[in-house]
């Protein structure tokens, strides 16, 4: 064992922040909305944060859901949570009440933390789920006074009604309490960092459990070893998108930033001309995207009155990057964009190396702590090399079953030669270098600007409505967001007036709105295997056959 996987096998994800805090105490850990958080601030929030969580109940082992947006808070809650020994709950703050609902209950959170946007959602679930409290804040109550004046004034800065009772608390009023300077003993490898949700394949969202080690392993290998010669600790700025609450984002802000001591940008929306001149700005040379924001740069038409001569490392998640964008931005900028690859179940998993140009549609090697391997999807038996089939993952470090799911674990955890590995529903090769080459992803996940839609989740919203009998949901590719979501609906025979404005909107009232099919067809039956399955690859290659046809 190396030096640095002894010091791994202790550390939560808590303890390296802790270090960074008291070597650069002074120096900026995040700039949020023009205003500066120091790293020994961001250590005081987060440990005033804690001793109110522990004020107000809530222990070692609790779940917490965080129902907020990118912002200086959401890191002042998450590092706080995990000071204390919780569990972080991190979700989309576009979810419906009848998603956070679904996912209240199954995680067991008695407390939530949302946005006064959204809480109009938390008094809906209130009385049908285990909560006992909420913690509301608005996305500029740590700016000054007058930012927060000019905000509302111009409509920049969106607010809600909130209804104050005994159960309901101000996020803002909780940071006067006494820090929490005492630590609480975590064991890395059995007490829960998070639990994470994404698509299932019965129509319910799975929750994804990580133990501290899970986190802080990729974390690691992602800090020394693949950006360990390129990053410059205590100097370096990095830009943060992406929402926290997904995985990749949430381990690149650790990685490249809290880890190393280093500058966080964080954006509270992904608007176009305020990223641009935040790099410019803050000579911004860590960048990732999704390949909707990487087109977005390309095609803004004030592109040329910003210098981004900084940007050195752009690296891209989410999805593969059409090879046209990646050709555009080396040609407009001179530096390439590298690949990351991971799921919710497995971490970061793969990265594009630094310091050599990435080959196109690949997606990088494994990280030292993942191990991959590429597998017949209807046997399991390994492939040769260079042959696809589905990528399999596993790590000695992660949690290997989902929250509440013994069905979903037994399909998505499957052991072989004594290892537990995860089906990562993505087929690959793998080329003579040992890098993974992308080939394509199971029918049942749509990637629609970066978010990964399970099909069955959105079906199952839809077979919900009173006149449904059968429904298929397919990606249509698109170049400007992957793939868009389109529904194939069968109706019952007696049904009168539903047509597509209808199921959208009762999509709408149910799902963020990212899993919302953008189109509805009607059709008089459904293509089904004899023993009743739904065939969906086949009804996504007709529709593909059918735009192939159109094109030309």
């Given amino acids: 064992m190396t030096p640095g996987e002894k010091i791994l096998e202790k550390e939560s994800t808590f303890t390296r922040f802790n270090r960074m805090s008291e070597r650069f105490p002074d120096r900026t850990a995040v700039l949020y909305l023009g205003e500066r958080f120091s790293y020994s601030d961001l250590r005081e929030l987060s440990e005033r944060f804690a001793g109110s ?21 959401w890191i002042i809650a998450f590092l706080g949570i995990q000071k204390i020994g919780a569990v972080v709950v991190p979700v989309s703050p576009i979810y419906t009440s009848f998603e956070i609902e679904y996912m209240i209950n199954d995680s067991g959170a008695e407390t939530i933390i949302c946005l006064d946007t959204n809480f109009c959602y938390v008094k809906e679930v209130f009385a049908n789920t285990g909560l006992k409290r909420a913690i509301v804040t608005n996305l500029a109550d740590l700016v000054p006074f007058w930012k927060r004046y000019l905000g509302v004034l111009f409509d920049k800065v969106p607010h809600g009604k909130v209804d104050r009772d005994s159960r309901v608390y101000s996020f803002k009023h909780l940071l006067k309490h006494p820090p929490l300077r005492s630590e ?41 070893d693949v950006a360990g010669g390129y990053l410059r600790e205590g100097e370096d700025v990095y830009i943060a998108v992406n929402p926290l609450f997904h995985i990749m984002a949430l381990g690149l802000f650790m990685a490249l930033g809290l880890n190393k001591g280093n500058m966080t940008l964080l954006m509270p929306i992904p608007q176009v001309d305020a990223i641009l001149e935040s790099i410019q700005r803050h000579r911004v040379r860590w960048l990732l995207g999704v390949p909707a924001l990487y087109r977005m740069i390309l095609e803004n038409d004030r592109l040329d009155y910003y210098d981004l001569s900084s940007l050195t490392y752009c690296y891209c998640g989410g999805d593969v990057l059409p090879i046209e964008v990646f050709n555009r931005w080396k040609e407009r900028f001179g530096v390439p964009i590298y690949q990351v690859y991971g799921s919710t179940e497995a971490g970061h998993v ?3 190396r630094l310091g050599k140009e990435p080959k196109l549609s690949s997606i990088g090697l494994p990280l030292k702590s993942r191990e991959c391997i590429v597998v017949d999807p209807n046997t399991l038996k390994r492939v040769p090399p260079g042959e696809s089939g589905e990528l399999l993952v596993t790590s000695p470090y992660t949690v290997k079953e989902y929250w509440n799911k013994a069905e979903e674990t037994k399909y ?21 270098d040992g890098e ?79 899993k919302v099919p953008q189109y509805i067809e009607f059709r008089d039956m459904l293509p089904k295997s004899k023993v009743g399955k739904l065939l969906r690859r086949e009804v996504r290659d007709e529709e593909r056959r059918r735009i192939e046809k159109e094109k030309t």
Avoid at 58 to 68: C, E, N, P, Q, S
Avoid at 472 to 477: A, L
Avoid at 497 to 506: C, R
Wanted: proline fraction near 4%; include cysteine.
């Fill in 53 to 73: 969580l522990i004020g107000m109940g809530v222990k070692k082992g609790d779940r917490v859901m965080l129902y907020i947006s990118n912002c200086i808070q």
């Fill in 412 to 432: 998505s955890y499957v052991q072989l030669s004594g290892k537990i590995y995860c089906r990562m529903s993505d087929f690959v090769c793998q080329d003579t």
């Fill in 350 to 352: 793969t990265y594009s």
């Fill in 436 to 514: 993974l080459v992308y080939v394509e992803r199971s029918a049942d996940i749509i990637k629609h600007k970066g978010y990964r839609v399970s099909a069955s989740e959105v079906e199952a919203v839809l077979q919900d409505h009173s006149t449904v009998i059968g429904a298929c949901v397919i990606g249509v590719p698109d170049p400007k967001v992957g793939e868009r979501i389109k529904a194939i609906v069968v109706l019952k025979e007696d049904a009168r007036g539903v047509g597509g404005a209808e199921l959208t909107k009762w999509c709408r009232e149910r799902l963020a709105p990212y």
């Fill in 184 to 224: 609480i003993e975590l064991d890395p490898w059995k007490d829960l960092s998070y639990i994470l949700y994404t698509g299932g394949t019965t129509g319910f969202p799975k929750g994804v459990p990580g133990n501290h080690i899970g986190m802080t392993s990729y974390v690691n290998d992602v800090t020394e």
